[in-house]
């Protein structure tokens, strides 16, 4: 069974920075691209970053491009987020999940098969 367990969430203020961490158990985590979700109250989920199996290949939606970095330590099994000039938009449920087997990357939640519980960044304004 694969467990994905996030941690790093909090609070943070605008402009600040903040660094997400998913643990990965129970799979081959260097065989799979990897993937940051989120969710604010009352709206979808949306895709926020992705990385390929090997850390070269990554993407990243147009809302955090050039603020968000996605990376990963396949010898750790830890994929990490990091935020940096946080906006209250910003502000959100964080998800990590594992794309399926196959994928450089994945950008749709049809193309993840597991997922962390989430841990909550909150961005004051």
């Known amino acids: 069974q694969v467990q994905l367990v996030e941690s790093g969430g909090g609070l943070a203020q605008v402009g600040g920075s903040l660094r997400l961490s998913c643990a990965a158990s129970?799979?081959?985590?260097?065989?799979?691209?990897m993937g940051w979700f989120r969710r604010a109250p009352g709206k979808e989920r949306e895709f926020v970053t992705s990385i390929s199996s090997s850390g070269v290949y990554t993407y990243y939606a147009d809302s955090v491009k050039g603020r968000f970095t996605i990376s990963r330590d396949n010898a750790k099994n830890t994929a990490y987020l990091q935020m940096n000039s946080l906006k209250p938009e910003d502000t959100a449920v964080y998800y990590c999940?594992?794309?399926?087997?196959?994928?450089?990357?994945?950008?749709?939640?049809?193309?993840?098969?597991?997922w962390g519980q989430g841990t909550q960044v909150t961005v004051s304004s």
């Open positions: 999940a594992r794309a399926l087997r196959g994928l450089r990357y994945g950008v749709q939640t049809r193309e993840y098969d597991y």
């Open positions: 129970g799979g081959t985590f260097g065989n799979y691209a």
